[in-house]
């Protein structure tokens, strides 16, 4: 039953997003335009692109990332598919890891693959652009575990939109240090992608209990 | 003594730190103590009226 | 009738433990103040600024320990149920929010004549601020759900997941400023702290700590006194009702 439950969400996930294109492409554009944003707020001075390029990018993924949160329990707590799935005894933390598997392939994903563009605007060089996409690809998972919690939490609220971020945000703290610490470079950058990895694992393992213990409260 | 509230020149500094921590803990333990009398005595006149309206 | 027992037996408790707790609270204070603003010597360095310290240190100690008491009081309510576990966590998060604040505001106002400026991203001050961004989540999720049960529980997952990424938090900040701290900052506390400095803070620490038992005893029993008024209103709004469709 569990990986049915897991392949069944997973797939009706996916394929709503990119149904309505609005899910895929939203986070993308809100990237992007956060992106461009910097360069004409700091001005062109090629020397402090470069140097804060990293930190933007992140922080601009970071909040596209939390950007697509906002419904995603909202529709199932409400047509009552979350209260089936649970009283069906379905596993709910698989249910938990699927739905982040989800916004990780739907908003994250795409983010990963966008950030060389962030890197030519910001003129980095190959190995920059390389350091940062790597780093995004390490780290969004945990975004997206952590995310998936703070949208489990706030799907009792009615306008849970902006307490997802009051609470995700800080958490988040430690993905965004190493994350920009791996890539920026430096004699530090190695240690720092393992701190990624490791940061995103442990996030897949607590982020999905942690949801499904949410999830439960909600339709009890 | 006023050599004790000029803090070496730093007074303008030492002071509101003190005065604002005095003020926040002051206030917190205020409430916190005034709200615990109100409820406890709420909860037994709510009580004693129980017993009344019972007999 | 479980329930019930554990919370009123815990009153009985504190009422017996409070008076003490309050009158050993203002005596700490009656000798750790003037001893850290009079007695003890001005730092070889830092001058009478230093005094600050008496202050900074406990409320960072006390916002420290009240989250790590929120995380363990919701682990206990999430676990075994325990209904005092909850009432714990409900009067803890205010608190420690508030020596949260109070330690932000006091290393900001130390760091100017010791840094020569407000606001330094020094790894203490930043992983404080983290901090009181996690008591303010904690604060604001637990106010946004209506149902004070689910209200509750979901406040508790959510500090029980920022219990565990406290240490990481910490962790993560120190590797950042490692990275990025210009060297020539002022350390704050020698590796050895002179007795004549230990003596006051410890004391302090005593007082801050005797505070803190004393404020959260009283809004464990304002919590306990508000279900017992909320369940008594109840039951009289029922018995009315009650008596209503008999007559």
């Known amino acids: 039953m569990g990986a049915r439950v897991f392949a069944a969400t997973l797939g009706q996930d996916v394929r709503l997003a990119l149904a309505q294109a609005g899910g895929t492409l939203m986070p993308l554009m809100f990237f992007l335009v956060v992106l461009a944003l910097f360069p004409l ?7 402090l692109l470069t140097r804060v390029a990293p930190a933007v990018a992140w922080v601009a993924a970071l909040l596209a990332a939390l950007l697509a949160l906002d419904r995603l329990f909202g529709a199932d707590f409400e047509d009552g598919t979350l209260d089936q799935l649970v009283t069906a005894g379905a596993p709910v933390a698989l249910v938990a890891l699927a739905k982040t598997l989800a916004h990780w392939l739907v908003t994250a994903l795409p983010l990963v693959v966008a950030s060389p563009i962030a890197g030519i605007l910001f003129q980095l060089d190959g190995d920059a652009i390389a350091r940062l996409a790597l780093s995004l690809a390490l780290g969004t998972p945990a975004l997206s575990a952590i995310g998936t919690l703070g949208a489990a939490l706030t799907v009792m609220v009615r306008r849970g939109g902006v307490l997802v971020p009051i609470l995700v945000l800080p958490l988040l703290v430690p993905v965004l240090i190493f994350g920009v610490g791996a890539a920026a470079g430096g004699a530090q950058a190695m240690q720092a992608f393992y701190f990624v990895g490791a940061l995103s694992m442990g996030a897949l393992v607590v982020g999905p209990v942690a949801t499904a213990a949410a999830l439960r409260l909600a339709v009890a | 003594m006023s050599e004790f509230f000029a803090m070496g020149g730093y007074g303008a500094y030492i002071w509101p730190c003190y005065g604002l921590t005095l003020i926040g803990m002051v206030a917190l333990a205020g409430w916190s103590f005034a709200k615990q009398r109100r409820l406890t005595r709420e909860a037994e006149r709510l009580k004693a009226l129980g017993k009344e309206s019972r007999q | 009738m479980h329930y019930l027992a554990n919370p009123a037996r815990f009153v009985s408790l504190a009422d017996r433990l409070l008076p003490w707790l309050a009158a050993a609270t203002a005596l700490a204070f009656l000798v750790g103040l003037p001893y850290a603003l009079l007695f003890s010597p001005p730092d070889y360095q830092q001058g009478e600024t230093v005094r600050i310290m008496y202050i900074h240190v406990p409320s960072a100690y006390l916002a420290t320990m009240g989250y790590l008491g929120l995380g363990i009081a919701s682990a206990v309510w999430l676990i075994w149920r325990h209904p005092l576990a909850d009432l714990a966590a409900v009067a ?20 100017k004549p010791t840094w020569g400026t407000w606001w330094v991203w020094d790894a203490r001050l930043t992983s404080m601020l983290v901090l009181f961004f996690l008591y303010l989540g904690y604060m604001a999720l637990r106010e946004a759900i209506e149902d004070p049960d689910k209200a509750g529980k979901a406040a508790a997952i959510l500090s029980l997941v920022g219990l565990i990424n406290l240490p990481i938090i910490k962790f993560s900040v120190d590797w950042w400023n490692t990275l990025h701290q210009p060297a020539s900052l002022l350390r704050r506390d020698g590796p050895a702290m002179d007795p004549s400095m230990l003596t006051p803070l410890l004391i302090m620490l005593g007082a801050f700590s005797l505070y803190f038992v004393t404020v959260i005893l009283w809004r464990i029993k304002a919590a306990v006194a508000a279900k017992r008024v909320d369940g008594l209103r109840r039951a009289r709004a029922h018995a009315a009702q009650r008596a209503r469709t008999a007559a």
């Not at chain 3, 929010?97 to 106002?109: C, E, I, K, P, R």
């Open chain 3, 92 to 111: 803890l998060a205010p608190v420690g929010a508030l020596f949260t604040g109070l330690t932000l505001v006091t290393g900001a106002v130390w760091g």
């Open chain 1, 41 to 47: 707020g700091l001005g062109s001075d090629s020397a």
